[in-house]
């Protein structure tokens, strides 16, 4: 697993790459201390290949994961399909 770090004035973050992370994601999301609500944001394909592990990697991990369903392409990533 990798870290790199986004060095931005305001809101800085890291983006983590790796080979089968998913898995241990609720583990390393947890020092963060967001609270216990997740969301999942992402589309029925994504979901069906991966949701599973991701759900429970989060229910391992204390959360209480909730899943919002988009549909593929790159309409989907804006804020007025959020609000739809």
Do not use: W
Not at 34 to 57: E, F, N, Q
Not at 58 to 80: I, M, T
Request: proline share 5%.
């Amino acid at each position: 697993m990798k870290r790199i770090r986004v060095k931005l004035q305001r809101n800085p973050y890291s983006i983590v790459i790796g080979q089968n992370i998913l898995k241990d994601l609720g583990k390393t999301i947890k020092p963060l201390k967001l609270g216990k609500d997740a969301l999942v944001v992402t589309s029925d394909v994504i979901y069906r290949l991966h949701g599973r592990t991701l759900m429970a990697s989060l229910k391992r991990a204390g959360f209480k994961p909730k899943v919002f369903l988009v549909p593929d392409g790159e309409k989907s990533k804006s804020a007025k399909e959020a609000m739809a």
